[in-house]
């Protein structure tokens, strides 16, 4: 028999445990069931978008340390796991079937949905069929056959000739080969599925788009502006993709109510302020700043005095804040 496919190994058990937190704890806040929390933890189940940041935002964690690397305990786990699934599925003749079938697809000129659509099934259904992962029931076959138009038989001793021929060892051999893969971008790992590998790319590419630094919290009369991308939040629609942009937590009382309390201010690093704007003035240079520093911050309206020089104005009490970055808000947002 075989077992369900791993398609997103993760980190998520692990930061679960080290947050002291149970697994029916973090079904409720993610809204989940408690079968479906297990089977992403054991990475047999996908998660779209908006369930990994949710998680990420439960368990207090980074959306890059939900993904494997190559340095990480779990990975000689997975990494075994996927080998032995991969020798027990070939012993049970599922890899020479699949093969086989690729073989009789691509000889056809089907496309992999074409196939599936024509054998009515879905197309995860007959990809695993394809890699052999996945056995194939007695009221499958028949359609399955007929779909390329031989009766089981005929389909079963095609493969089977194709195999005493060796003319599947190329194909279960390049199925081997493409045990590869990259969980996070630019961290090859050997040993887990290339469709796994494809599938957290893109989706870490694709949830790592909408999320935004939290780089500044206030702190009594100031806010502590600190470069680092531990506190991340979804970032409003048109603000998605801009590399520059970060979010600081306003210090309300200090603008004299002009930005409410609970709410994000959203800057540009790479729009610098001009005279009128509202902006985010740290008293250090962003550029130069690294995620070990810190500085202090203020939201202030840009003015320029007689001289020429321009400087950032607040209130409660009024203050003038000579700052040596100064990057423009481009939105405020309310939680």
Request: aromatic letters at 6%; glycine letters at 6%.
């Amino acid at each position: 028999m075989a077992q369900e496919e791993i398609i997103f190994p993760n980190n998520i058990r692990n930061i679960r445990l080290a947050n002291g937190m149970k697994m029916t704890e973090l079904a409720r806040q993610a809204n989940l069931s408690l079968s479906a929390v297990s089977k992403i933890e054991k990475g047999v189940r996908r998660l779209n978008q908006k369930q990994l940041l949710n998680i990420c935002n439960i368990l207090g964690c980074k959306l890059s340390d939900i993904f494997i690397k190559e340095s990480d305990a779990v990975a000689d786990q997975w990494q075994n796991e996927i080998k032995r699934r991969l020798n027990d599925n070939e012993d049970s003749g599922l890899k020479i079937f699949g093969s086989g079938l690729r073989k009789i697809r691509q000889q056809s000129g089907k496309t992999i949905a074409q196939a599936a659509k024509d054998a009515g099934m879905t197309l995860s259904v007959y990809h695993k069929i394809e890699v052999g992962q996945r056995e194939i029931y007695q009221n499958e076959i028949e359609p399955l056959a007929e779909s390329f138009a031989y009766s089981v038989d005929a389909m079963l001793d095609k493969i089977a000739n194709m195999y005493k021929a060796g003319e599947l060892t190329k194909q279960i051999n390049k199925v081997k080969e493409r045990v590869k893969s990259v969980l996070v971008p630019g961290n090859p790992l050997s040993g887990l599925d290339v469709h796994s590998s494809l599938y957290g790319a893109k989706l870490y590419d694709s949830a790592r788009k909408k999320l935004v630094p939290v780089f500044g919290v206030p702190n009594g009369k100031s806010i502590v502006f600190k470069k680092t991308d531990k506190t991340m939040i979804v970032a409003p629609m048109p603000l998605e993709g801009h590399k520059g942009v970060y979010a600081v937590i306003p210090n309300s009382k200090r603008l004299g109510g002009f930005i409410p309390e609970k709410s994000y201010v959203f800057a540009d690093a790479e729009i610098p302020a001009q005279v009128g704007d509202l902006a985010v003035c740290l008293d250090t240079d962003f550029d130069a700043l690294t995620p070990s520093d810190s500085g202090n911050a203020q939201i202030a309206i840009i003015r320029q005095d007689s001289k020429g020089k321009i400087y950032g104005q607040i209130s409660s009490p009024e203050e003038k804040i000579i700052a040596k970055t100064m990057h423009k808000v481009v939105m405020i947002v309310m939680e």
